[in-house]
């Protein structure tokens, strides 16, 4: 029995050694996929990676781009606001101009109506003078009269050339105003 033994081991030992092979073989093939799949995973790692390095060197360029935009943007905006407010000054201004040149020409029409009717009233006493320096019966009834339409008469001489030179002084103002405004 020893010997059949020996002999059904001798036997069995090829199929242990080849049982024994197959294992060395899978675990050697699933060594090589192992390594396999993580040499496609690392080299997919590096496609991505450059990839992203390529992504991300692009998205700065662009961050980068929209900064400088950004910032123009900015500068104009700044210079429209600046521009805007010394406009409203500007605008301000010339509306304090209009406002003077308005009240003086209110003041000279104004003046203006005054000498006409200063005027129509110095023609009306000059008639009224003649009237009564016409007529000599009723002369010595009119002296007293008489003198004070000769005094009302100066007194709207006077005052006519007050206005007329008023009127002149405020005519020079506005064409030097206007011409200042022009030049």
Not at 30 to 41: L, S, T
Not at 91 to 110: G, H, P, Q, R
Request: glycine residues 4%.
């Amino acid at each position: 029995m020893a010997a059949n033994q020996e002999k059904d081991e001798k036997f069995e030992a090829p199929n242990n050694n080849m049982a024994e092979m197959n294992k060395k073989q899978k675990k050697q093939m699933a060594d090589k996929k192992y390594r396999d799949k993580q040499k496609e995973q690392k080299r997919e790692r590096c496609e991505n990676l450059t990839t992203l390095g390529e992504q991300n060197k692009r998205l700065k360029s662009e961050n980068q781009s929209l900064h400088i935009e950004t910032d123009g943007i900015k500068n104009d905006l700044d210079s429209a606001n600046a521009t805007t407010k010394k406009l409203r000054i500007e605008f301000s201004e010339l509306k304090n101009k209009m406002d003077v040149k308005d009240k003086i020409v209110n003041s000279c029409s104004e003046r203006f109506i005054k000498e006409v009717d200063l005027e129509d009233e110095h023609k009306k006493l000059k008639i009224r003078f003649g009237i009564l320096s016409e007529s000599s019966t009723s002369k010595d009834c009119w002296e007293e009269e008489r003198k004070e339409i000769l005094n009302k008469i100066k007194i709207s001489e006077d005052e006519e050339k007050k206005l007329i030179v008023q009127v002149k002084t405020l005519s020079h103002v506005i064409n030097k105003t206007k011409g200042g405004d022009d030049g």
